[in-house]
């Protein structure tokens, strides 16, 4: 639509749109990098785990956000070619529909690789996608007249507008589907890298300290399970498993899948310092949480045998 806007009163409403989607995909990209209040910094955010589900989301999302990619793939075609004596402002606009586009795509992938359940990387997604299609929402409403007069006669014009391209449109399929089959195989080398990172759990903590408070009514029973925690090889319910380095018989953190907790076991007789069952006579428990970062645990409590009292607890994340 700027590309044919002949006055300033029909500049207004692409220049508009254009700021509006840009400043949203600015502030949402500055959000999305800031770690807050997180103990365990990964790069941009990547969570230490993601279960099935999300992982085959993600891949999907990958492939449905280059083949939606609209803005991104036209402002690659179009901003090489000449159209009469306005080339300088048909490259501008084209300039702006790929800046926008490329943006999409970047928010897109931030969006994709920091999701944590699929509910929310769809949904984020989505608002994305919105965000991406705000000016053939507008250009459409301007076409119905929603706007003003002067709008109305930008969109017919645009409408009728037609853009002659030297190649054929073999040669044009053909361009087209080598920038889609590029972005979707940088795509997807790009989240299988992330993926393989998650797998061999390069974003868990490395050691975990826990530590029972002299104040809590159940130091007596939880002292001996304070101390350091080491990141095991062994991985069960596909997150990572801490042993303890220190102490008289050993204990270990893992998660029981059962109770969706993260527990705290000691080894018994039988086991010999070997991993057991997480969901066996575990003696402190967490939350019910799904997360693979043992340092979003908020609090430890004693199993119901023993009470079930949230005891005075601290883990934290050492490297």
Same mark, same amino acid.
Not at 95 to 100: D, K, N, T
Not at 204 to 229: D, N
């Given at each position: 639509?700027?590309?044919? #806007?002949?006055?300033?009163?029909?500049?207004?409403?692409?220049?508009?749109?254009?700021?509006?989607?840009?400043?949203?995909?600015? *502030?949402?990209?500055?959000?999305?990098?800031?770690?807050?209040?997180?103990?365990?910094?990964?790069?941009?955010?990547?969570?230490?785990?993601?279960?099935?589900?999300?992982? %085959?989301?993600?891949?999907? #999302?990958?492939?449905?956000?280059? *083949?939606?990619? !609209?803005?991104?793939?036209?402002?690659?075609?179009? %901003?090489? +070619?000449?159209?009469?004596?306005?080339?300088?402002?048909? $490259?501008?606009?084209?300039?702006?529909?790929?800046? /926008?586009?490329?943006?999409? +795509?970047?928010?897109?992938?931030?969006?994709?690789?920091?999701?944590?359940?699929?509910?929310?990387?769809?949904?984020?997604?989505?608002?994305?996608?919105?965000?991406?299609?705000?000016?053939?929402?507008?250009?459409?409403?301007?076409?119905?007249?929603?706007?003003?007069?002067?709008?109305?006669?930008?969109?017919?014009?645009?409408? &009728?507008?037609?853009?002659? +391209?030297?190649?054929?449109?073999?040669?044009?399929?053909?361009?087209?589907?080598?920038?889609?089959? %590029?972005?979707?195989?940088?795509?997807?080398?790009?989240?299988?890298?992330?993926?393989?990172?998650?797998?061999?759990?390069?974003?868990?903590?490395?050691?975990?300290?826990?530590?029972?408070?002299?104040?809590?009514?159940?130091?007596?029973?939880?002292?001996?399970?304070?101390?350091?925690?080491?990141? &095991?090889?062994?991985?069960?319910?596909?997150?990572?498993?801490?042993?303890?380095?220190?102490?008289?018989? $050993?204990?270990?953190?893992?998660?029981? $899948?059962? +109770?969706?907790?993260?527990?705290?076991?000691?080894?018994?007789? !039988?086991?010999?310092?070997?991993?057991? &069952?997480?969901?066996?006579?575990?003696?402190?428990?967490? /939350?019910?949480?799904?997360?693979?970062?043992?340092?979003?645990?908020?609090?430890?409590?004693?199993?119901?045998?023993? $009470?079930?009292?949230?005891?005075?607890? !601290?883990?934290?994340?050492? &490297?």
């Amino acid at each position: 639509m700027l590309f044919l #806007a002949k006055n300033s009163s029909e500049h207004a409403l692409p220049i508009i749109v254009f700021v509006l989607q840009i400043l949203i995909l600015v *502030l949402i990209s500055i959000d999305l990098m800031q770690t807050y209040d997180r103990e365990l910094i990964t790069p941009m955010n990547i969570p230490v785990g993601v279960n099935w589900s999300v992982t %085959v989301s993600q891949y999907i #999302a990958c492939i449905v956000s280059v *083949l939606s990619a !609209e803005d991104l793939v036209t402002g690659v075609l179009h %901003v090489g +070619i000449q159209s009469g004596p306005k080339n300088i402002k048909w $490259g501008v606009t084209n300039f702006m529909r790929l800046v /926008e586009g490329v943006l999409v +795509i970047i928010v897109s992938i931030i969006f994709i690789v920091q999701s944590s359940t699929a509910i929310d990387l769809w949904l984020n997604f989505a608002a994305v996608q919105f965000v991406g299609q705000l000016d053939n929402l507008a250009f459409a409403l301007a076409k119905m007249n929603f706007f003003r007069n002067a709008e109305w006669e930008l969109a017919k014009r645009v409408s &009728d507008y037609r853009v002659h +391209i030297n190649h054929s449109r073999q040669s044009f399929k053909r361009i087209v589907r080598i920038i889609l089959c %590029v972005g979707v195989t940088v795509m997807i080398a790009g989240l299988s890298i992330i993926f393989y990172t998650q797998y061999n759990l390069h974003f868990a903590c490395k050691s975990i300290t826990i530590t029972v408070g002299e104040s809590s009514s159940a130091f007596p029973l939880a002292r001996y399970l304070s101390g350091t925690y080491i990141l &095991d090889t062994t991985r069960i319910n596909g997150r990572p498993v801490y042993v303890q380095k220190q102490g008289t018989n $050993g204990a270990f953190l893992a998660y029981c $899948g059962s +109770i969706n907790q993260w527990t705290v076991s000691s080894y018994d007789d !039988e086991s010999r310092g070997n991993i057991d &069952d997480p969901c066996y006579y575990f003696d402190l428990q967490s /939350e019910t949480t799904r997360t693979y970062d043992v340092a979003e645990i908020k609090t430890l409590r004693l199993p119901v045998r023993n $009470g079930g009292v949230v005891i005075d607890a !601290e883990i934290k994340c050492n &490297d």
